[in-house]
């Protein structure tokens, strides 16, 4: 589920092996499973129905839905009138701005870790932005955008134009501050790494190297690039 729904902030599941049934819950620092119970001896019909309505009925941000990003899916692409024509989904920042998803150009394929994904976004001008979203740890927190401020205005170089802690509810979106909401309590563990929830906005935004068409196409770009700089 974080692999295909990578912007979600955690995500809970349960399964049910030899009548036993465990609770499931992943975010980008790990993951942790509960005690079996036996869904015959430990819980009656009434309580494995409840288990179901947790799954089916609660509100999407319970399960994981970051409330300041939207994916389309078939039911919705299209319905969107503030979006840019052919948008699959919206974020937005701080200060309320939207800025349309064009495309998911790469995702991370790890579970704990920083979860990167890289979407080519437009605002509402029109003008399009490469937007990095990642889970990073408190030392790292700043470590990007330090660097990115560092090489401003060289030329060539990709530019930073906005980044920002993700809010949740008011407040700066970490997996501690996640856990702490589901009682889960386990950060005096020294095995837990606290990530902050980043987002980093760039221009300009590239074609993706998958995107061309051979191989040959692709060396002749770079041959281009050095052709270029030793004028
Ligand atoms: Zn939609």
């Given at each position: 589920?974080?692999?295909?729904?990578?912007?979600?902030?955690?995500?809970?599941?349960?399964?049910?092996?030899a009548?036993?049934?465990?609770?499931?819950?992943?975010?980008?620092?790990?993951?942790?499973?509960s005690?079996?119970?036996?869904?015959?001896?430990?819980?009656?019909?009434?309580?494995?129905?409840?288990?179901?309505?947790?799954?089916?009925?609660?509100?999407?941000?319970?399960?994981?839905?970051?409330?300041?990003?939207?994916?389309?899916?078939?039911?919705?692409?299209?319905t969107?009138?503030?979006?840019?024509?052919?948008?699959?989904?919206?974020?937005?920042?701080?200060?309320?701005?939207?800025?349309?998803i064009?495309?998911?150009?790469?995702?991370?394929?790890?579970?704990?870790?920083?979860?990167?994904?890289?979407?080519?976004?437009?605002?509402?001008?029109?003008?399009?932005?490469?937007?990095?979203?990642?889970?990073?740890?408190?030392?790292?927190?700043?470590?990007?955008?330090?660097?990115?401020e560092?090489?401003?205005?060289?030329?060539?170089?990709?530019?930073?134009?906005d980044?920002?802690?993700?809010?949740?509810?008011?407040?700066?979106?970490?997996?501690?501050?996640?856990?702490?909401?589901?009682?889960?309590?386990?950060?005096?563990?020294?095995?837990?790494?606290?990530?902050?929830?980043?987002?980093?906005?760039?221009?300009?935004?590239?074609?993706?190297?998958?995107?061309?068409?051979?191989?040959?196409?692709?060396?002749?770009?770079?041959?281009?690039?050095?052709?270029?700089?030793?004028?």
């Amino acid at each position: 589920m974080l692999r295909e729904q990578p912007w979600r902030r955690f995500v809970v599941g349960f399964s049910i092996c030899a009548n036993q049934l465990r609770a499931h819950y992943f975010d980008r620092s790990g993951l942790i499973i509960s005690h079996p119970f036996h869904i015959h001896q430990n819980m009656g019909p009434v309580l494995l129905t409840e288990m179901l309505g947790t799954l089916t009925l609660s509100d999407i941000h319970h399960l994981g839905f970051d409330p300041t990003i939207h994916m389309c899916n078939t039911a919705c692409t299209g319905t969107h009138p503030n979006l840019a024509h052919e948008a699959k989904g919206w974020m937005k920042d701080n200060h309320d701005k939207t800025y349309s998803i064009m495309e998911v150009l790469w995702k991370s394929h790890g579970l704990f870790c920083r979860g990167t994904v890289c979407y080519c976004v437009v605002d509402e001008a029109g003008n399009q932005y490469a937007l990095k979203d990642c889970w990073v740890t408190e030392e790292k927190r700043m470590h990007e955008t330090t660097i990115l401020e560092m090489v401003k205005g060289i030329p060539n170089v990709v530019q930073l134009v906005d980044h920002w802690d993700v809010y949740y509810e008011g407040e700066p979106d970490s997996t501690a501050r996640i856990c702490s909401q589901y009682d889960i309590g386990h950060r005096d563990d020294l095995m837990f790494r606290n990530r902050f929830h980043r987002r980093i906005l760039l221009s300009p935004c590239g074609e993706p190297l998958s995107k061309f068409s051979s191989r040959r196409e692709l060396l002749t770009a770079f041959h281009a690039f050095v052709v270029g700089e030793s004028y």
